[in-house]
């Protein structure tokens, strides 16, 4: 995970300093918004990867686009030569030869007319109701295409559904709506994965029209039944038109009666036309059937988009939608969606479900290595929708769950981009949105963080451990920018926060069973808390001293570097935050007052290292003792207390130390004062190896 994490953002230039980003990814930062070769090396090779995959593969949508724009096409025409059928019917027979048409002629015109009102009424109608039936997660799974083009099938569980009912009744003493429960749940085929609450509104695809077996009559169902309703319309139109054709009976015409002298050629328009709107409604169908049931478009694309198990109701939806467009307007209004757009569309809805198919999909592509550049890219310049993820970072409710942390998932994306981490910085509020992912047991400042907590943690499923680290990762990018940093220290109860997540007791650094979540957070809390203690300028210094004023800053670094042996990268961070608020006095004069710290790191600093990792916490070590002990003279009057004066000399020999050693003793000799003197004689054996030329 954080090998991950610590990836994204930065493009190829972490390659050139893989092997320091595994000890620690402070050097990330380093990297500035002016440094174009990240971005630039990024996009080439993105680009690379879109020209080489074709444009289908970027896109996979386009696929489903462009067959709804095929399905409309052929919907139009139809319609059309229906419309046209029609009023030839009604102005032209009926209206002109309604007298002396025969009597087979009349009832058939009239049952075709009737058969195609019923028809056209039903498709208008067929599209919707199959709309309303994808409006509710629980259907995801049950209404699949195959099902909603399978007479059989549909029959068979209506019939089993009304045996259940019955023989239920009569077995047992169960009420009926908890034997409809149970009839529903055997119905499906899954359940999915995360109950939830049942909502105050009814769903529309829920919605049983007659009180009797309601399961048979829900919502959902209808549009199979106005499916096939058309499709029997349609056969029966291309029979009763194919029989007129072939037999030509339309009665006798007697000479100079002209008033029947045009009836025989507008009955074969008529019949012609019925006929080819029936036939081009059949190859609509059978296009469709071809594509979806046997071609499995939906489930190529839904593979090709990367959406997982779950996506199967997101394409769907966006299929629909696409289609309905092409329908209800320009057949090539269909061609302007996106499933990124889409996506962005559903999370500015007030339905639950739609936010949470939005989310996915957002989340999915953010995540995606072939889809993040231009999903990033349209959030990021979508000023409404970031205002949106941001306000869900504080939805708290369980049930919301997935939803916040999609959410928070694509920020910490969108933080990885430097102008849109400044963008989601500038949003009101974003700081505070952004401090309720951090739940903490041992910080309690004010009283709604205080429920904030009894809300996750009366739910031992919620992921808080998620949050948290996702949380602190969103900082992390955040404070790359040194605007970013004066936000994040200014936003009420947010530093003690992230202070609060370095905390570690002897039990967790030494506990073999520890979870990399625990330690990946406390991590990224001190990685947090490394950038803001470095930031430079006035808001820098405003930084370090309110840092160094949190009560637990100090003592949670000194249980690191006391009991962290096993976590070399959490000392170097720690060591290296202690370096940083050394740039202020009063931090300088608090850190060396807290019992331990100088003693630890002088034991860092002259234990004997076997790895690279352990050598580095010894160099931050001395650096950091030099930095306390420079103009400190109770600094250096505690140095020379623990008897660290002829380890110091002893490691000017050494390569390692020579360097940091030769800083702490000439700090030493300047900053300790006159009642010093004596125990600084010591230094005099150092003389020789100061000053004699190097080799």
């Not at 803001?532 to 006035?538: V, Y």
């Not at 380890?647 to 800083?663: D, F, H, I």
Request: proline share 2%.
């Amino acid at each position: 995970m954080e090998r991950g994490n610590s990836a994204e953002g930065d493009g190829s230039v972490r390659l050139q300093i893989m092997e320091m980003e595994r000890l620690s990814e402070m050097y990330s930062p380093s990297t500035t918004m002016f440094d174009p070769q990240t971005t630039i090396e990024k996009r080439e090779s993105s680009a690379a990867n879109s020209s080489s995959s074709g444009t289908g593969d970027h896109a996979p949508e386009k696929k489903l686009t462009l067959f709804a724009l095929r399905l409309a096409v052929l919907e139009k025409v139809a319609s059309s030569l229906g419309t046209l059928s029609f009023i030839w019917a009604t102005v032209v027979l009926l209206g002109g030869f309604a007298i002396t048409l025969e009597k087979t002629d009349f009832w058939f015109i009239t049952i075709i007319l009737l058969i195609e009102g019923t028809r056209i009424f039903s498709r208008s109608h067929e599209l919707e109701w199959q709309h309303q039936s994808t409006w509710s997660l629980t259907d995801a799974r049950v209404n699949s295409f195959q099902m909603l083009r399978s007479s059989t099938c549909f029959l068979a569980q209506a019939v089993k559904a009304i045996s259940r009912l019955i023989s239920a009744f009569q077995s047992s003493s169960k009420n009926k709506q908890e034997i409809i429960e149970e009839a529903v749940q055997r119905a499906r085929p899954e359940e999915m994965d995360k109950k939830r609450l049942p909502s105050r509104r009814w769903e529309s695809s829920d919605v049983p029209f007659l009180p009797y077996a309601p399961w048979v009559f829900l919502s959902r169902n209808i549009s199979k039944v106005l499916h096939w309703l058309q499709i029997l319309a349609a056969i029966a139109c291309v029979v009763l038109s194919t029989m007129k054709l072939i037999v030509h009976n339309y009665g006798e015409v007697a000479k100079g009666d002209t008033d029947k002298r045009n009836r025989k050629s507008a009955l074969t328009i008529f019949y012609s036309l019925a006929l080819a709107e029936a036939l081009l409604f059949l190859i609509e169908k059978a296009y469709w059937e071809l594509k979806i049931i046997y071609g499995k478009l939906l489930e190529r694309v839904n593979q090709e988009c990367e959406l997982g198990s779950s996506g199967m109701l997101s394409v769907r939806r966006f299929f629909y939608d696409a289609y309905s467009r092409c329908l209800d307007g320009s057949i090539f209004d269909g061609l302007k969606m996106d499933m990124v757009c889409f996506a962005m569309e559903l999370l500015a809805s007030s339905s639950a479900d739609e936010q949470l198919i939005g989310a996915r999909i957002l989340r999915r592509f953010a995540t995606s290595e072939r889809f993040c550049d231009d999903t990033l890219q349209k959030i990021g310049t979508t000023f409404p929708v970031m205002e949106r993820l941001v306000e869900m970072l504080n939805w708290k409710d369980p049930q919301e769950e997935e939803i916040r942390q999609s959410a928070a998932v694509i920020l910490s994306k969108l933080a990885g981009k430097k102008q849109n981490s400044l963008r989601v910085a500038g949003i009101p509020g974003a700081m505070e949105s952004i401090s309720s992912l951090l739940h903490t047991s041992r910080h309690s400042s004010s009283a709604d963080e205080i429920g904030e907590r009894n809300i996750v943690f009366d739910h031992e499923h919620y992921g808080f451990w998620t949050f948290n680290h996702l949380g602190l990762l969103i900082l992390k990018k955040l404070a790359r920018d040194h605007d970013n940093c004066g936000k994040i220290g200014s936003t009420r109860g947010l530093l003690p926060k992230i202070i609060d997540f370095s905390h570690a007791e002897e039990r967790l650094l030494k506990d073999e069973n520890v979870t990399s979540y625990q330690i990946a957070t406390i991590r990224r809390a001190l990685q947090v808390m490394q950038m803001l203690a470095s930031t430079a300028g006035i808001a820098g210094k405003q930084l370090r001293r309110e840092i160094s004023e949190v009560v637990f800053t100090i003592s949670n670094i000194r249980n690191i570097l006391q009991f962290g042996d096993k976590y070399p990268d959490l000392q170097k961070l720690g060591i290296e935050i202690l370096t940083s608020l050394a740039l202020e006095d009063d931090a300088t004069e608090r850190i060396g007052g807290t019992g331990g710290i100088l003693r630890e790191l002088l034991n860092i600093f002259f234990k004997e290292g076997t790895t690279k990792a352990q050598n580095y916490v010894r160099t931050a070590a001395g650096e950091a003792l030099a930095m306390l002990a420079l103009e400190s003279n109770g600094n250096c009057q505690r140095i020379l207390r623990l008897g660290a004066l002829e380890k110091l000399v002893s490691g000017l020999e050494a390569p390692l130390l020579c360097q940091n050693s030769a800083r702490i003793l000439r700090n030493l000799c300047t900053y300790s004062g006159a009642e010093c003197f004596f125990e600084l004689r010591g230094v005099k054996a150092a003389t020789p190896t100061v000053s004699s030329p190097k080799q």
